[in-house]
């Protein structure tokens, strides 16, 4: 089992529609969470940290459920600039667990 | 607006050359991380540096790959020699770290590597 665990999708959606990924973690002891988003060819980029309390930026709503061991990242009113690949990051402890990547969402939204 | 900045964006080498990528990390930012991206593996971590120290290269192949940190202004990744499964794109991420040992990092665009 990975250690971070993504559906690869894609999920297509229409404009305006809502979409929800999650993404499962294995270390219970993981503190941080993050969503990154990665545009084709371009590199990722920080979209939001997750925080036990959730998140919520814009159209964007980040969660954490730790007791099911996983984050999830909402976005309402689906716009055709969300499609992209998200990407989530987990410290999964030391050295380089500390930045687990999981690999990847492919959200395509469609006009 | 602050950035990190990779040399080369591209390059295509023959297999046994040397290759070096360098990374300008956003100024302030105290740890550099080295990623590999393929469409195969995903993204991964290969090396990583804090106050330009190493703290772990275990991602990396030791007997071709080396990272260093010359400077706080640069970082470097070598590939010598080279070969064709090292094509790859190659990003640099600098950040800062969080609580809990946790970094927020900020990527570069990449450098774009094929050997033939």
């Known amino acids: 089992r990975k250690e971070v665990e993504q559906d690869p999708g894609p999920f297509n959606v229409p404009e305006g529609a809502t979409v929800a990924f999650n993404c499962t973690y294995s270390n219970s002891a993981s503190q941080s969470f993050f969503w990154y988003r990665q545009d084709c060819r371009k590199e990722p980029k920080l979209l939001m940290s997750v925080y036990s309390s959730g998140n919520e930026d814009g159209r964007f709503t980040a969660q954490l459920n730790r007791a099911s061991q996983y984050i999830s990242l909402l976005i309402r009113d689906s716009k055709l600039s969300d499609s992209a690949t998200y990407l989530c990051v987990v410290n999964m402890g030391t050295g380089r667990r500390a930045l687990t990547f999981g690999s990847g969402t492919r959200l395509q939204v469609q006009p | 607006d602050a950035r990190v900045t990779q040399t080369p964006r591209h390059k295509v080498t023959e297999m046994g050359q040397e290759v070096t990528m360098r990374c300008q990390p956003i100024l302030g930012h105290n740890t550099v991380f080295w990623y590999r991206q393929t469409m195969m593996q995903g993204l991964e971590l290969l090396a990583y540096f804090r106050n330009r120290a190493p703290l772990d290269d275990s991602g990396m192949p030791k007997d071709r790959f080396s990272a260093e940190m010359p400077d706080a202004t640069l970082a470097t990744l070598k590939i010598q020699p080279s070969e064709p499964r090292d094509s790859a794109v190659y990003f640099c991420?600098?950040?800062?770290?969080?609580?809990?040992?946790?970094?927020?990092?900020?990527f570069g665009p990449g450098t774009r590597l094929t050997v033939t």
């Open positions: 991420a600098s950040g800062l770290v969080l609580g809990q040992g946790s970094y927020e990092q900020y």
